[in-house]
């Protein structure tokens, strides 16, 4: 399968398709974590559809390389951020996609060895789920048999510093 295009409106979509399967399932979440950095605009967005509380955990496995496509080992941050003194118990842990699965794989005994606050149940939402990962998400939009690479919309400023964004934007004073 060739790699698979995103643009922002279907992006959105995705999102928005993600939070109808979720409010369909009637599960009762009272948290929302999502991973940084792909899970940010998805948990941002379900966080406000919701009316949630946010918390962020910074991940990466990706390294380097051409366009950032080569998998390294796991690197977790040590804390979660949260505007709140407790993670709620039952935790909506978002991400954008699955790939190999490693990262939410790893990331829930993560949560529960780390944790502050008795979590009682973890769902975790994606919006593509591809067929290579060793989880199946609780929550998905799009399965990929194929396992396309995946460019969102957003990955053209992962090439561009700010002095191309000030040439861009046509404001060098």
């Known amino acids: ?46 966080s406000r559809i919701y009316d949630q509380p946010l918390a962020i955990l910074a991940t990466s496995s990706y390294r380097g390389g051409s366009g ?14 949260m505007t709140s003194d407790k993670l709620g118990s039952r935790i909506l842990l978002v991400d954008d996609l699955v790939d190999s699965g490693v990262t939410l794989q790893e990331t829930i005994p993560w949560l529960r060895k780390n944790s502050n606050s008795e979590i009682e149940e973890i769902r975790t939402a994606v919006i593509w789920y591809k067929a290579c990962s060793v989880i199946k998400p609780d929550y998905y939009v799009d ?31």
């Not at 995103?6 to 009637?26: P, R, T």
């Not at 950032?68 to 951020?81: A, D, F, N, Y």
């Not at 995946?150 to 090439?159: A, D, L, S, V």
Request: proline fraction near 4%; charged fraction near 20%; glycine fraction near 8%.
């Open 68 to 81: 950032k496509q080569e998998r390294g080992s796991l690197t977790v941050s040590q804390h979660i951020t």
């Open 1 to 46: 399968m060739p790699d698979l295009y995103v643009s922002w409106s279907e992006y959105h979509q995705k999102i928005e398709q993600l939070a109808a399967q979720i409010y369909q399932s009637g599960w009762d979440f009272n948290q929302i974590l999502c991973l940084a950095r792909g899970g940010l605009r998805v948990g941002d967005i379900l």
């Open 143 to 173: 399965y990929l048999a194929e396992n396309p690479w995946i460019h969102q919309p957003f990955e053209h400023y992962e090439k561009m510093n700010p002095e191309d964004l000030v040439v861009k934007i046509g404001n060098g004073s």
